[in-house]
């Protein structure tokens, strides 16, 4: 298969682990890079890379997984919302087991509520057209990888006189919360393996403020085990060298501008919230969209007077330390007993791009993580 088997080649995937043990035998010190991408974590643990790479190299995961983000708080506001009279939810299939503090949206639906997966805000749009006797909602999340569908969709409901269509919109941006995490936290990085979808958008030259400001190398990266094994190559030679840049081993698909069409749809239909809440990070200002007041009509939150209270995150829950590097998945204290796939605790465990589904389904827990758990 095109632009996948080539990706996986067990010769080429020896090649490149060879050239990296070379590499990271010279270092003399463990580099620790962090994978921003939640699509990364699923890669490296589905193919089992850890365990191939040279002790000297670690992954710490990051905060890109646009599931494991939202926290307790936005999870209750989609139920609210699924139980208004009259109202039909529509959701991705992952949100739908993410606990809130009075249940899921899973749990919604077997309560009465309508609620309906779909695989696209265009097949949202299409039930707002079929139905115009309801109000749909769509439950809008992501980066700036799938904020741009969404924008498209707004504007092609607004110019179909789609009104009975709203988005409750929880898109969120990349560049705010890896500031966050570089300017607040105490965690030691050596470098980053970049996200490759995010950058497919907002292009590679958008990290910039990575090497410039924080003196930390990025590799923008695809998502097959062969583009990870050769981002850290990439990452170890900048080492080597005494660079630090922003390199792109995902140039199929990324361009250092992003994708014009797309940015243009989000500059067209979004702006940036004042500040927007994530789970285990808080609130970070300008790190999420609402909808531009030319498009308000369409925002579920300014249409549907959502409850002003908020509720905290479970308080067993650790995915912020997980999120933001701080423990492994294993080392939370309820991973594999309180907190499964089957009966999650965390954001983490749900989304299949969730570290600790990462690590519960393919079963690899780190050498790192073999520590006693807090
Ligand atoms: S095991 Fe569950 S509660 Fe703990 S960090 Fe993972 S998802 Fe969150």
Redesign the pocket.
Known sequence: MKYVDEFRDPAAAKALLAAIDRLAGRLGRTLRFMEVCGGHTHTIYRHGLESLLPEQVEFIHGPGCPVCVIPMGRVDDAVWLAHRPGVIFTTFGDMMRVPGSRGSLLQAQAAGADVRFVYSPLDALKIARDNPQREVVFFALGFETTAPATALTVAAARAARVDNFSVFCNHVLIEAPLRTLLETSDLTLDGFIGPGHVATVVGSDHFQFIPEEFRLPIVITGFEPLDILQAVDMLLTQYAKGRCAVENQYARVVRPGGNPEALRALAEVFTPRESFEWRGLGAIPRSGYRLADAYAGFDAERRFELPAQRVADHP????G??LTGQIK?AQ?R??GTG?TPER??????VSPE?A?AAYYTFGRISRLAAVPRS
């Open positions: 067993a829950c650790q995915c330390l997980v998945p939370c309820v991973f907190c999650p605790i965390g954001t983490c465990m969730g600790c």
